[in-house]
């Protein structure tokens, strides 16, 4: 158990719907990343948060947002879904310390 | 733009030998560089890191080497071993925390 927790942890869903993806990071960590991963790519960073507020953003759709709870949590949302939608997504926390500790991941099918 | 390239996504060495995994990357900002272990249905996990004034950093049978000049690094698995199949990610960072990551390489150790 790296301490960052995923939910759920497979997802089917139908094209067009809307999914939400939940992150629970490490105890004290106020940085929340996620990565999304399709087949045979690396991880492409999509958005950061930083103790509730957004810190960066990379190649995420504009279907796609993001927020940091006060509890720390975070939320992925994925809207009009597409087929090239299906992926594994990543949820990764840090510290004040470089280097990541990462969930188990969300596997997202769109069918 | 793909700031950190592993140009192998693939290797197999035999049980025993030296395995020599690649990265360039081409952002001269970074100076932080990590490389990331991943088993099928599991979250990546961090192996090893190299900060940027450093050109060597060695952890049991894993040492990551790093040529600023030539914006390239290497990690070095000795000797393999059958649980070192897996995915690896190099990963690289300036001072804001965010990691940057290549495609992967999937390596496969025979015995």
């Known amino acids: 158990d790296s301490g960052v927790t995923q939910t759920p942890k497979h997802l089917i869903t139908a094209t067009g719907q809307r999914v939400t993806l939940r992150c629970s990071p490490r105890s004290g960590d106020l940085s929340v990343y996620w990565y999304q991963q399709s087949l045979d790519q690396g991880l492409q960073f999509l958005i950061q948060?930083?103790?509730?507020?957004?810190?960066a953003k990379g190649n995420i759709l504009e279907r796609f947002s993001a927020q940091q709870f006060p509890d720390l949590h975070s939320e992925l949302n994925l809207s009009s879904l597409e087929l090239g939608d299906s992926a594994l997504y990543f949820c990764a926390s840090s510290g004040t310390t470089f280097g990541y500790t990462f969930g188990s991941g969300t596997r997202l099918t769109v069918v | 733009d793909q700031q950190v390239k592993q140009n192998s996504p693939s290797l197999s060495v035999q049980e025993g030998r030296i395995s020599i995994l690649n990265c360039d990357y081409t952002?001269?900002?970074?100076?932080?560089f990590l490389w990331y272990k991943k088993y099928p249905a599991e979250g990546p996990t961090f192996l090893i890191s190299i900060s940027s004034i450093k050109d060597k950093n060695e952890d049991g049978r894993f040492t990551v080497f790093l040529n600023k000049s030539a914006k390239h690094l290497s990690l070095h698995i000795v000797p393999s071993q059958p649980g070192d199949s897996a995915v690896y990610f190099c990963?690289?960072?300036?001072?804001?925390?965010?990691?940057?990551f290549g495609a992967g390489t999937t390596v496969t150790v025979r015995a």
């Open positions: 952002n001269s900002m970074f100076d932080y």
């Open positions: 990963a690289a960072s300036s001072n804001d925390y965010k990691l940057s």
């Open positions: 948060y930083y103790n509730g507020e957004e810190r």
